[in-house]
T-cell receptor
Framework: EAQVTQNPRYLITVTGKKLTVTCSQNMNHEYMSWYRQDPGLGLRQIYY???????DKGDVPEGYKVSRKEKRNFPLILESPSPNQTSLYFC??????????????FGPGTRLTVT | TQLLEQSPQFLSIQEGENLTVYCNSS?????LQWYRQEPGEGPVLLVT?????EVKKLKRLTFQFGDARKDSSLHITAAQPGDTGLYLCAGVARSNDYKLSFGAGTTVTVRA
């Protein structure tokens, strides 16, 4: 089954304790992206990757890191989490088709709480 | 400030009624996408529109891309309870094919 998986689905942590949220896709997609979703703000892009070893900042990259060492995986790293990073996080992947028109497949989400 | 403004923020209607959700921007987009998200799940793509003035139909859902490629609308005819969900529009900026900006979403509730 074609899918994007994220782990963990739920995480409660404390300020400053480094954490990694994993994302994996089995569709051989080139493009992967991380978003956070907050009430009233919709989805905001954190980082995206056009292919292996190619990443770029989205709209809200501060406090986050990513890496793309292999095509299927795109982990999101919070080196020193803070309470304002409490949010619902989504990973997505797609295979770019014509210019600007690519269907994004989203993972099930990771609900992170930082106390 | 959201690059894409969606309205209304909330919409509650009776089964069988029609509804329209709007997505507006001052920016021009290469394409606009509409997603639907249900509680506890990730968004699922409904449609992508790429040509100014384009109209696409998906059963009872009609999507339109503005002539100037700055706005879009989603119209649902004879809404059903299964249409309940959060509807999100997302645009790909002409300046960067890989950056996708989302609107804040419209929560639609269809009462039986």
């Amino acid at each position: 089954e074609a899918q994007v998986t994220q782990n963990p689905r739920y995480l409660i942590t404390v300020t400053g304790k480094k954490l990694t949220v994993t994302c994996s896709q089995n569709m051989n997609h080139e493009y992967m992206s991380w978003y956070r979703q907050d009430p009233g703000l919709g989805l905001r892009q954190i980082y995206y990757s056009m292919n292996v070893e190619v990443t770029d900042k989205g709209d809200v990259p501060e406090g986050y890191k990513v890496s793309r060492k292999e095509k299927r995986n795109f982990p999101l790293i919070l080196e020193s989490p803070s309470p304002n990073q409490t949010s619902l996080y989504f990973c997505a992947s797609s295979m770019p088709r014509q210019r600007g028109a690519y269907e994004q497949y989203f993972g099930p989400g990771t609900r992170l709480t930082v106390t | 400030t959201q690059l894409l403004e969606q309205s209304p923020q909330f919409l509650s209607i009776q089964e069988g009624e029609n509804l329209t959700v709007y997505c507006n921007s001052s920016s021009v987009f290469s394409s606009l996408q509409w997603y639907r998200q249900e509680p506890g799940e990730g968004p699922v793509l409904l449609v992508t529109v790429v040509t100014g003035g384009e109209v696409k139909k998906l059963k009872r859902l009609t999507f339109q891309f503005g002539d100037a490629r700055k706005d879009s609308s989603l119209h649902i005819t004879a809404a059903q309870p299964g249409d309940t969900g959060l509807y999100l529009c997302a645009g790909v900026a002409r300046s960067n094919d890989y950056k996708l900006s989302f609107g804040a979403g419209t929560t639609v509730t269809v009462r039986a």
